[in-house]
């Protein structure tokens, strides 16, 4: 039973990694939509951190290490919740991966300041930025000329 978890366990890891991968293009969900494209330059720039369900995974995998070896010894059971404690944990933080983003203060060419949060650091502070709305918000680093009226 422990060999076939272990398996599983894997096989869910690669999957949840193959579909990490991206060919850097708009998402499905963009279709049919407005895409508005406008420039700005960046204000500043904050790292922040996205909320983790690490704690939660361990204590999942605390519990199902522990029912699995409920018939077996103390030690038995101490070692299935900790050993399914690491494996929950170790399991979420490959799901979530990065849970660094940044956050964006931008000013558009009217003088307006708008907020983005990103999970990549796509530009600095001072950057001229050519800002993309299509489901999602996506920037792109531009030449300083497109930021000048």
């Known amino acids: 039973m422990r060999r076939t978890s272990i ?27 407005i895409v508005e494209k406008f420039y700005a330059r960046v ?27 409920i018939y077996g010894s103390s030690e038995d059971r101490i070692f299935g919740a900790l050993f399914g404690a690491f494996v929950g944990a170790v399991v979420t933080t490959i799901v979530e991966g990065d849970t660094t983003g940044y956050e964006y203060e931008l000013q558009d060419l009217n003088g307006e300041y708008l907020s983005v949060i990103l999970d990549n650091r796509e530009a600095s502070v001072g ?15 531009q030449p300083d000329d497109f930021c000048y009226e």
Do not use: P, W
């Not at 951190?49 to 070896?69: K, L, P, T």
């Open 127 to 141: 950057d001229c930025v050519i800002v993309t709305i299509a489901g999602d918000i996506y920037i792109k680093r």
């Open 43 to 69: 204000e500043r720039v904050d790292v922040i951190q996205y909320e983790s369900q690490v704690g939660q995974g361990a204590a999942i995998g605390a519990i199902d290490g522990f029912v699995h070896n």
């Open 7 to 33: 398996m599983l366990a894997a096989i869910v890891s690669v999957l949840i990694l193959s579909g990490c991968a991206s060919s850097g293009g708009y998402k499905r969900s963009a279709s049919k939509q």
